[in-house]
């Protein structure tokens, strides 16, 4: 479901190494989503979103740094992402306030992941690529 695809390489190979991870964590959590008889699946999709957010703030960490070391100059433009992203992500990984049952837990999980994934191959798309040509 998410993955990883040849179109969103910028050729810079940490950056890249760190898109596939979140990719990876995303289809974990997806994988453990969609499947109905796991114990504490909850807790196991709480600590993978947990994951996914810290490893995007490293990641944009990371990024900003090299874009830094560049002197690349849409690096403001990026930062304003990064960090509009960052509070959502802040804001949609707040899992325990959601209430409910099992269905509408299944759907807030499914629209973060897909909300998450939209916004991470739209940006990778559209600006992180742009990093690796000049
Ligand atoms: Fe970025
Ligand atoms: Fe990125």
């Given at each position: 479901?998410?993955?990883?695809?040849?179109?969103?390489?910028?050729?810079?190979?940490?950056?890249?190494?760190?898109?596939?991870?979140?990719?990876?964590?995303?289809?974990?959590?997806?994988?453990?989503?969609?499947?109905?008889?796991?114990?504490?699946?909850?807790?196991?999709?709480?600590?993978?979103?947990?994951?996914?957010?810290?490893?995007?703030?490293?990641?944009?960490?990371?990024?900003?740094?090299?874009?830094?070391?560049?002197?690349?100059?849409?690096?403001?433009?990026?930062?304003?992402?990064?960090?509009?992203?960052?509070?959502?992500?802040?804001?949609l990984t707040?899992?325990?306030?959601?209430?409910?049952?099992?269905?509408?837990?299944?759907?807030?999980?499914?629209?973060?992941?897909?909300?998450?994934?939209?916004?991470?191959?739209?940006?990778?798309?559209?600006?992180?690529?742009?990093?690796?040509?000049?």
């Amino acid at each position: 479901m998410y993955e990883m695809k040849d179109e969103y390489l910028t050729g810079i190979p940490e950056i890249d190494r760190e898109h596939t991870r979140l990719f990876e964590i995303a289809e974990e959590t997806y994988q453990i989503a969609k499947q109905e008889f796991i114990p504490d699946k909850y807790d196991q999709i709480q600590t993978l979103l947990e994951e996914l957010k810290e490893y995007t703030f490293l990641h944009f960490e990371h990024e900003e740094e090299y874009m830094e070391s560049i002197h690349y100059k849409k690096l403001y433009t990026q930062k304003i992402q990064h960090e509009g992203f960052r509070r959502k992500l802040e804001e949609l990984t707040r899992l325990d306030s959601i209430e409910g049952d099992q269905e509408d837990q299944d759907k807030v999980i499914d629209d973060i992941l897909k909300f998450l994934t939209d916004w991470l191959v739209s940006h990778i798309l559209h600006n992180d690529k742009l990093i690796g040509k000049l």
